[in-house]
């Protein structure tokens, strides 16, 4: 079930069998209940979650408002991605906006896979990069709508 879903994850959908196999043996499946805090801003982060199950919500905390959500994620999508890279504290919160199961990647453990197998490192890295700008570009739009409402008031 896992690896079928795991196919469906753009940064995996290039990796044979044997490739996927061994990030999977990295890999740790957790399940969280409705309103468990998987990852909270701030913290130490360092792991990679792709949800394979349920939903995960993107939140940040606003002084004076609350949480506010970012975006609800459902199976197949990923979070933790700039945590995971450059190690940073996390910069949002996860929680799960349902109960849900989560492939939760290690940095050190996907670093010594990825390290050992240049051929997954390139294709994992390239399908990474593309996530990452699909995101970014979809963030660059929504700050333009933001700034195209701010005009109006």
Same mark, same amino acid.
């Given at each position: 079930?896992?690896?079928?879903?795991?196919?469906?994850?753009?940064?995996?959908?290039?990796?044979?069998?044997?490739?996927?196999?061994?990030?999977?043996?990295?890999?740790?499946?957790?399940?969280?209940?409705?309103?468990?805090?998987?990852?909270?801003?701030?913290?130490?982060?360092?792991?990679?979650?792709?949800?394979? *199950? @349920?939903?995960? %919500?993107?939140?940040?905390?606003?002084?004076?408002?609350?949480?506010? #959500?970012?975006?609800?994620?459902?199976? !197949?999508?990923?979070?933790?991605?700039?945590?995971?890279?450059?190690?940073?504290?996390?910069?949002?919160?996860?929680?799960?906006?349902?109960?849900?199961?989560?492939?939760?990647?290690?940095?050190?453990?996907? *670093? @010594?896979?990825? %390290?050992?197998?240049?051929?997954?490192?390139?294709?994992?890295?390239? #399908?990474?990069?593309?996530?990452?700008? !699909?995101?970014?570009?979809?963030?660059?739009?929504?700050?333009?709508?933001?700034?195209?409402?701010?005009?109006?008031?």
């Amino acid at each position: 079930m896992i690896q079928r879903t795991l196919r469906t994850v753009p940064i995996f959908r290039d990796l044979d069998d044997d490739e996927l196999a061994q990030v999977l043996m990295v890999g740790l499946v957790r399940r969280f209940s409705q309103g468990t805090t998987i990852l909270k801003e701030g913290e130490a982060g360092g792991w990679l979650y792709v949800i394979t *199950e @349920g939903k995960v %919500r993107i939140s940040k905390v606003v002084p004076g408002v609350g949480e506010e #959500a970012l975006s609800i994620l459902s199976p !197949g999508e990923l979070f933790g991605e700039f945590e995971f890279l450059d190690g940073a504290p996390s910069s949002a919160n996860a929680i799960a906006h349902a109960d849900c199961e989560v492939l939760s990647l290690p940095h050190k453990e996907m *670093e @010594g896979v990825l %390290r050992s197998r240049p051929g997954l490192a390139a294709k994992f890295f390239w #399908a990474f990069g593309r996530t990452l700008a !699909g995101r970014l570009r979809e963030a660059d739009q929504r700050m333009a709508a933001l700034f195209a409402m701010s005009r109006s008031f």
